[in-house]
């Protein structure tokens, strides 16, 4: 459960604790703990007389400092409470932005902690400055599943393979384009409606069968797999969607049409040793 505890620090600024509790592979509880601090670069005053207010975050030790992009006079700031001192209307909006600052701190470093096995105060900074890690694309995956897949060729991949990969790949380039105007997408914004929407357009503008359909959808899902795998993408999009095959009957020949191709004479030209 996610407990907030605030502590004084007297001597610079408040630290806020959020301590979160964690199950440990015995099944006791354990304390990680998320501290926000403010505080003033009293050395560092600019030409207006104003401090830098600073940042300092700390995940399980962990420590990252950084600028707020916020000022202030140091005789107005509250060294005890970590903010400005006072009721006026400046002293109000510039507390407002700390705790809007506060809270969206505490809001990535939530989204970390549910979406990647690691947290650490740089990754909760680098998320808040928006200096987050480039996301992999739907089509830069595929294009090195297929790359891997080229190497494997004659070990234990074939050409066929390889070549409805590679179909695969221009099928999802032509309906990108097709349905979003769009070369390549976020492998984070795939859901469910995209697979939905290309199931549709294999079945329509491809004019693909049920069946062909459904063997370019596995195709698809292997890639979502492998994106999940690596951790570029938390939810399935296939979750709810139903690949389908359908069972096709062929048939067998007749005891009349196999006697016809027993009797039959081929054409030595056609059907050579040099065909």
């Keep these: 459960m996610f407990v907030h505890k605030p502590s004084i620090?007297?001597?610079?600024?408040?630290?806020?604790?959020?301590?979160v509790a964690t199950e440990t592979k015995k099944g006791i509880m354990s304390k990680s703990t998320f501290k926000i601090l403010f505080y003033l670069t009293k050395n560092q005053v600019n030409k207006e007389g104003k401090a830098s207010i600073m940042i300092r975050l700390t995940v399980n030790g962990d420590v990252?400092?950084?600028?707020?992009?916020?000022?202030?006079?140091?005789?107005?700031?509250?060294?005890?409470?970590?903010?400005?001192?006072?009721?006026?209307?400046?002293?109000?909006?510039l507390n407002n932005l700390l705790d809007d600052i506060q809270t969206s701190l505490k809001n990535h470093y939530h989204d970390i902690e549910i979406h990647e096995t690691i947290v650490t105060?740089?990754?909760?900074?680098?998320?808040?400055?928006?200096?987050?890690?480039?996301?992999?694309?739907?089509?830069?995956?595929?294009?090195?599943?297929?790359?891997d897949a080229r190497k494997l060729v004659g070990i234990n991949k074939t050409e066929a393979t390889l070549a409805?990969?590679?179909?695969?790949?221009?099928?999802?380039e032509k309906f990108m384009k097709a349905q979003y105007n769009i070369t390549d997408i976020a492998l984070k914004e795939i859901n469910h409606l995209f697979i939905t929407d290309f199931g549709t357009y294999l079945r329509t503008a491809s004019k693909c069968n049920e069946n062909t359909t459904a063997k370019f959808m596995q195709t698809f899902s292997m890639i979502i797999l492998l994106a999940k795998n690596n951790g570029w993408l938390f939810n399935d999009p296939f979750s709810n969607y139903k690949i389908r095959l359908k069972r096709v009957d062929r048939g067998y020949l007749t005891d009349q049409e196999i006697q016809k191709v027993l009797e039959k004479d081929f054409d030595s030209k056609t059907?050579?040793?040099g065909s």
């Design 9 to 19: 620090n007297h001597s610079f600024a408040t630290e806020v604790h959020y301590y």
């Design 64 to 93: 990252s400092q950084f600028s707020s992009k916020l000022d202030i006079e140091p005789p107005l700031w509250d060294v005890k409470l970590g903010k400005a001192g006072g009721n006026t209307q400046k002293a109000r909006q």
């Design 121 to 147: 105060a740089e990754k909760v900074r680098n998320a808040f400055l928006g200096f987050s890690t480039k996301q992999c694309t739907l089509l830069e995956l595929v294009r090195k599943h297929n790359d």
């Design 164 to 172: 409805k990969y590679d179909r695969a790949y221009r099928r999802v």
């Design 271 to 273: 059907f050579g040793a």
